[in-house]
């Protein structure tokens, strides 16, 4: 077992660099705090249903991605994304549907229209979902205090859109490659760990909510409930 959690740590970080799933809770009790994350008290939660607290592109657990989130109206819902690199890939998979883009400022932590934000593109700061951060703020003058200390490029998110979609497929057969790693530790982990259950879900956020609140895996929270969740979501 220890082997195969270690295998778990090993592919997160090779998936998402500083991006995958904390060792900390999903209550953030114990997160080991990265630039992205905040408490989830501070974190705005705009999408609704049980899996409200996962991207449901890729099942993140979003406020540990928080300083990056974007969220957009998707038919008659809202939905919410750790990433520009998911809302990039939703909005492409779904014929440009998307509507209503917001981002989350990095100064005030609040959602803010995405269309009137200034990004500082390739940053110091680790990304989400992608090896180029892009990080938002409201004030022009906000995000050229961050790129001048930690570097990168101001651009609008007109330009910052066109470069996250430029690289999406190439990023998408990556997380692809990893993910499909990641689901074979976490069928050995539910294998081990979870009690059995029979349910067809969606997505990882789906299946990641369903064993949060059913405790089949007892108290499974970061990286191992995200892997036990890509496992599930797709079976």
Request: net charge positive.
């Amino acid at each position: 077992m220890k082997k195969i959690i270690a295998g778990i740590l090993v592919l997160s970080t090779l998936m998402f660099g500083a991006m995958g799933e904390n060792k900390g809770n999903s209550q953030g009790n114990n997160q080991m705090k990265m630039f992205q994350s905040v408490d989830m008290k501070k974190a705005t939660i705009v999408q609704s249903g049980d899996a409200k607290m996962y991207c449901p592109a890729c099942g993140m657990t979003l406020p540990m991605f928080y300083k990056t989130n974007h969220a957009a109206t998707h038919g008659d819902h809202t939905e919410q994304y750790c990433s520009l690199h998911c809302l990039a890939e939703t909005n492409i998979k779904n014929k440009n549907s998307l509507k209503d883009i917001k981002v989350v400022d990095v100064t005030t932590l609040k959602f803010i229209d995405a269309s009137t934000a200034t990004y500082v593109v390739g940053s110091s700061k680790k990304g989400t979902m992608s090896m180029t951060s892009k990080y938002a703020f409201a004030k022009k003058e906000d995000a050229k205090a961050f790129s001048e200390k930690f570097g990168g490029k101001v651009l609008n998110f007109e330009n910052t859109y066109a470069i996250a979609s430029k690289s999406l497929e190439k990023e998408m057969k990556m997380i692809a490659q990893k993910q499909a790693m990641m689901a074979k530790k976490g069928e050995m982990m539910y294998n081990k760990m979870c009690k059995k259950t029979d349910l067809k879900f969606n997505s990882t956020a789906e299946a990641k909510a369903f064993v949060k609140t059913s405790k089949i895996c007892g108290d499974m929270n970061g990286k191992k409930l995200q892997a036990v969740g890509i496992y599930l979501g797709r079976r």
